[in-house]
């Protein structure tokens, strides 16, 4: 996520797109195992089951500007497990969620007090695989605090941790990060790295971790570079994710990277475990997430607590290119 | 700045605040200001005040805008009236004791939209106090609202005057991050450090890893910290096919302590001669 990138100048350092074309990966299956969907349209759930995506993992983060009371944090860990959760399935996308504080609002100490409070009353839900998104941001004592709190936390339920790692500082922040989920006595195996580049992928993997990388425009990895680490790191514990949310991101990543793969010729075995089986593998630790629940039968019918996405009497696809809405 | 002087400057400000609104509007501030209970309006007026004042540029005479350089207050001429009205009210604000000016304008931020948390932002070098809003001015640096970085990164020197290492690294490494103008962080080159130096200078090794272009201005605060480690570093920079990185890179190391750096980019016919001849500095590169 970020701000004020430049559009322009960046499209000249990166060259044209070339068109994306799905027929690449058609018949795969994918999942998207950090990306913000509270943030997406419709529009983008369509586009996701369109290209393959089958399952996803929405982590609970901060919402662009810093909340101010407790309520609106409850409200928010409850629609992911409620709202959202409901909204995803009727794409066919079935949604799981990691629970946590973020880091940037772990700076409120007062309220982060209060949030550690109702954490234990979200992160046992069924469908929530794990803490996070949880780390550092600015690397502040109290960041540092309720990274290790949540740690503990992860530790007692017995939940795989997904951890943000720093835009800036990242280097030392994702060192910092693993040297003290280790000093809690996590497993480095139920410890997923995220947002990780060339410059810290190495250490990631040589520790044991696993190895998570956003693909995510101008500011975090593009995919040409992903299909580059591959190359060089094999696909062991490595995973992509699109962290799509509310800046300029692409939902579409997962599918668009495997694309990308393929044409530069990694083989079906390497994609499928870096655009699929690894999320799964590493968060099926939680004991929360079954591949055979997905794929459920979509019931554009359903409605939950008598809401519906589906307002009376429209089509699930609607013809976006006609004029008429009707 | 010493009490007199900021009395001065407060006195200054109104004159252009005067001279950018309506007889009107001067009485309406001026009644809330000699209210016996600003703290009870203080919200309206606050939010309400574009309405009143509009939101057009400045207009600065040569006189004020003389006496504002001399402040240090100069930047103001870029403002609206909107954002300069609201800072004088606040600059103004006579709420009582530190706890109840805290507790006043923190209700503001909490509830600011854009424009009013750019106003708020701007206010923190005229407020009292100035050590109760660090945590405020931390957080600031949190947004992800350009104008609301910028109301803090650029042309306000709050920031240099009271954030601790950690907050102020954190403010020039989004600075960068967001693409901010460096050159109009205020103490910039006062507050180099050494911790600093070296998370830049991961963040350029990052930069070149992704294949992209490091700001020049990062090397400025590098200088002062060269050491073997980070010679290594800007070795590789040099190899680079960047005229302006190769540049910024000679310049940080003519400002450094490090010999051996020295005598390394005296191998570099062009990058010697252009130190020599004195016309390479910060401000042109």
Redesign the interface.
């Known amino acids: 996520?970020?701000?004020?990138?430049?559009i322009a100048r960046d499209k000249v350092?990166m060259g044209e797109p070339e068109a994306f074309d799905i027929s690449t990966v058609k018949g795969l299956k994918f999942f998207d195992p950090h990306v913000h969907m509270t943030s997406r349209t419709t529009d983008d759930y369509q586009a996701m089951a369109e290209a393959g995506v089958v399952g996803l993992i929405e982590p609970a983060f901060w919402l662009?500007?810093?909340r101010?009371g407790l309520d609106s944090f409850r409200d928010y860990y409850s629609s992911l497990v409620g709202w959202e959760r409901f909204r995803s399935s009727q794409f066919g996308i079935k949604h799981y969620c990691t629970i946590g504080l973020n880091s940037?609002e772990a700076?409120?100490e007062s309220l982060a007090e209060q949030v550690m409070e109702i954490l234990p009353l979200f992160i046992y839900k069924e469908g929530v695989v794990g803490i996070g998104e949880i780390g550092f941001?600015?690397?502040?004592a109290a960041e540092e605090k309720y990274y290790r709190l949540q740690l503990e936390l992860a530790k007692e339920a017995g939940l795989p941790v997904q951890v943000h790692t720093p835009?800036?500082?990242?280097?030392?922040g994702t060192q910092r990060s693993m040297d003290i989920a280790l000093e809690h006595g996590l497993d480095p195996y139920s410890v997923i790295i995220d947002h990780n580049?060339?410059?810290t992928v190495k250490e990631v993997l040589d520790r044991g971790f696993w190895a998570a990388f956003t693909i995510y425009p101008f500011?975090k990895?593009?995919n040409e570079?992903m299909v580059e680490i591959v190359k060089q790191y094999g696909a062991e514990r490595i995973m992509v994710n699109s962290a799509a949310d509310w800046?300029i991101s692409d939902p579409l990543a997962v599918p668009k990277t495997a694309a990308l793969m393929k044409l530069r010729g990694l083989s079906d075995e390497e994609i499928e475990l870096v655009t699929y089986r690894n999320a799964i593998t590493a968060f099926a630790q939680s004991g929360q997430l079954d591949e055979a629940d997905f794929n459920a039968q979509v019931d554009l019918t359903e409605k939950f607590e008598g809401n519906t996405i589906l307002r009376g009497g429209q089509q699930p696809k609607p013809d976006k290119s006609s004029i008429i809405i009707s | 700045m010493s009490s007199d002087d900021m009395k001065a400057v407060k006195e200054i400000i109104w004159s252009v605040v005067k001279n950018n609104i309506s007889l009107e509007t001067e009485k309406w501030l001026e009644d809330f200001i000699q209210s016996t209970n600003q703290s009870a309006q203080l919200a309206k007026v606050f939010v309400m005040l574009p309405r009143k004042t509009g939101k057009l540029p400045v207009t600065i005479n040569d006189e004020q805008q003389k006496a504002l350089d001399a402040a240090g207050f100069g930047y103001i001429r870029n403002w609206t009236i909107d954002r300069l009205t609201r800072v004088w009210l606040l600059f103004n604000l006579n709420l009582g004791d530190k706890e109840l000016l805290f507790s006043g304008i923190d209700r503001l931020f909490l509830s600011a939209e854009v424009n009013e948390a750019v106003a708020l932002y701007s206010a923190l070098p005229f407020l009292a106090h100035p050590e109760i809003w660090v945590k405020r001015c931390a957080e600031g640096i949190r947004s992800n609202i350009g104008s609301v970085l910028e109301a803090i990164m650029e042309n306000n020197p709050y920031a240099a005057a009271n954030l601790d290492e950690a907050a102020w690294n954190q403010l020039v490494l989004k600075a960068f991050f967001t693409e901010k103008n460096i050159k109009h962080i205020v103490g910039l080159d006062e507050r180099a450090n050494l911790q600093l130096a070296l998370t830049l200078v991961d963040y350029a090794k990052e930069r070149w890893a992704a294949g992209r272009e490091v700001n020049p201005q990062l090397w400025r605060l590098v200088s002062k910290f060269i050491n073997a480690e980070i010679f290594e570093d800007l070795k590789t920079g040099l190899q680079h096919y960047n005229q302006t990185e190769q540049r910024a890179i000679a310049l940080a190391v003519a400002g450094s302590d490090y010999p051996q750096a020295k005598d390394f980019i005296n191998t570099f016919p062009e990058l010697k001669l252009a130190l020599a001849d004195g016309s390479l500095n910060w401000n042109s590169i």
């Open positions: 996520m970020c701000c004020s990138s430049s350092t662009g500007q810093p101010t940037r700076n409120n941001d600015d690397q502040t835009h800036r500082d990242k280097k030392k580049n060339e410059e500011t990895m593009g570079r800046g």
